[in-house]
Structure formats: structure tokens, C-alpha cells
T-cell receptor, first 113, second 109 residues
Framework: DAGVIQSPRHEVTEMGQEVTLRCKPI?????LFWYRQTMMRGLELLIY????????DSGMPEDRFSAKMPNASFSTLKIQPSEPRDSAVYFC???????????FGPGTRLTVL | SQELEQSPQSLIVQEGKNLTINCTSS?????LYWYKQKYGEGLIFLMM?????EEKSHEKITAKLDEKKQQSSLHITASQPSHAGIYLC?????????FGKGTRLHILP
């Protein structure tokens, strides 16, 4: 099993630019989670999907952030326009229906200059 | 999140020594997860506890959930350099998991 796949692994962009982060969950998992990790705030849940449907997006910071899951094998997290305070490591995690355990991807380290 | 506190924030231990990391919730836990994160990498699942008083072990790492299900401890016996990293606890609060800020563990040779 390839595990959760995230791309890109590193992203450096300038303030105001659009950023798109991608995630491929583990095959067969029906829940997908997007997290953001910073030194100050730790690991925060942004949004999660169940069967491709967004269930809880209360953690999404503001309207600049949006997430989609067009099918069971792909999700995107978009930031537009990006700001320096968005710099963080963004993790995607997936979970199967028969388990309570979330499995994390390697993360995308985003730097907004 | 202030609902989930980890202590200590950072820990430096001589190789071979034992250590304990604590995770305390302000609410009853439906489940408690322990993850390890190596610097610059993703989170690796260690173990999950659900029942009050439950204790699980994985190699030299033991975790326990207290009877009231509001606190968990992670204990490492005879620490090794491979144990170095960030340990995060995650609390199942019903419909999602919230995480503590983590404990950074350094092992001195």
C-alpha cells in the first residue's frame, strides 16, 4: 500500500498567489482530513470529508481557503490569495470505515513570501 | 487546542533512561490516539486507547488511559535514539479528533 500521497512536498510562493495542495487517500478509505501544523498552534483540523462530502469545515480559517473532493481518490486544498501567515505544513489524512485510526500523508510544507 | 494539554512541551533524556509524557483533556474522551512525528515528516500512528484503564504496549512504548478517561500517559522504557521525535496525542471528542501541541523528545547519546 502506498499510503496517503500528498503533492507537492514543498511549495514556495509569493503573497497573493494561488496555491493548490493535493491529496490521494489510501484506497478504500472513505474519510479524508486536512490539517495545518504550525509551531504556535500545533496541529489543527481544517476540514474533513466523509464519502466525498464535506462534513465539518469549521476549522477553515477564512474564505481564502477552499477544499474539494471530486472523487474518492483525490482531494485539493486551495488558498487564494495566499498570505505569509498561511505558511505551515499541511497534512492530509485518511481513514477507513472499519477503523478509527487516521493515517497521515508526509505533508506539504508551504512558505508564502 | 486548550481542550487538550500535553506535558512536558520538551524533554531531553539520556539514552537508556525511562520517560513519561502526559496528555490531559478537559472533556471525557471517546478515544485517545498517540502519534509520533519525526522532524519534517508525517505522523506515524502508535496506538489507540478507548476503554478506561486500558493499557497497550508497542515495543518499549506503553500507553495508558486513566479510569475517568480524561488523561493518558505514554511511557518509554530504556529510551533509544530512535525514540527521538515529536509525540502527539489526539482526542476523539465525538465527530473529530483534536490534537495536543506535542512533546519534543530529544535523546542524548
Amino acid at each position: 500500500d502506498a499510503g496517503v500521497i500528498q503533492s507537492p512536498r514543498h511549495e514556495v510562493t509569493e503573497m497573493g498567489q494561488e496555491v493548490t495542495l493535493r491529496c490521494k487517500p489510501i484506497s478504500g478509505h472513505n474519510s479524508l482530513f486536512w490539517y495545518r501544523q504550525t509551531m504556535m498552534r500545533g496541529l489543527e483540523l481544517l476540514i474533513y470529508f466523509n464519502n466525498n462530502v464535506p462534513i465539518d469545515d469549521s476549522g477553515m480559517p477564512e474564505d481564502r481557503f477552499s477544499a474539494k473532493m471530486p472523487n474518492a481518490s483525490f482531494s485539493t486544498l486551495k488558498i487564494q490569495p495566499s498570505e505569509p501567515r498561511d505558511s505551515a505544513v499541511y497534512f492530509c489524512a485518511s481513514r477507513g470505515a472499519s477503523t478509527d485510526t487516521q493515517y497521515f500523508g508526509p505533508g506539504t510544507r508551504l512558505t508564502v513570501l | 487546542s486548550q481542550e487538550l494539554e500535553q506535558s512536558p512541551q520538551s524533554l531531553i533524556v539520556q539514552e537508556g533512561k525511562n520517560l513519561t509524557i502526559n496528555c490531559t483533556s478537559s472533556k471525557t474522551l471517546y478515544g485517545l490516539y498517540w502519534y509520533k512525528q519525526k522532524y519534517g515528516e508525517g505522523l506515524i500512528f502508535l496506538m489507540m486507547l478507548q476503554k478506561g484503564g486500558e493499557e497497550k504496549s508497542h515495543e518499549k512504548i506503553t500507553a495508558k488511559l486513566d479510569e475517568k478517561k480524561q488523561q493518558s500517559s505514554l511511557h518509554i522504557t530504556a529510551s533509544q535514539p530512535s525514540h527521538a521525535g515529536i509525540y502527539l496525542c489526539g482526542a476523539d471528542i465525538g465527530d473529530k479528533i483534536i490534537f495536543g501541541k506535542g512533546t519534543r523528545l530529544h535523546i542524548l547519546p
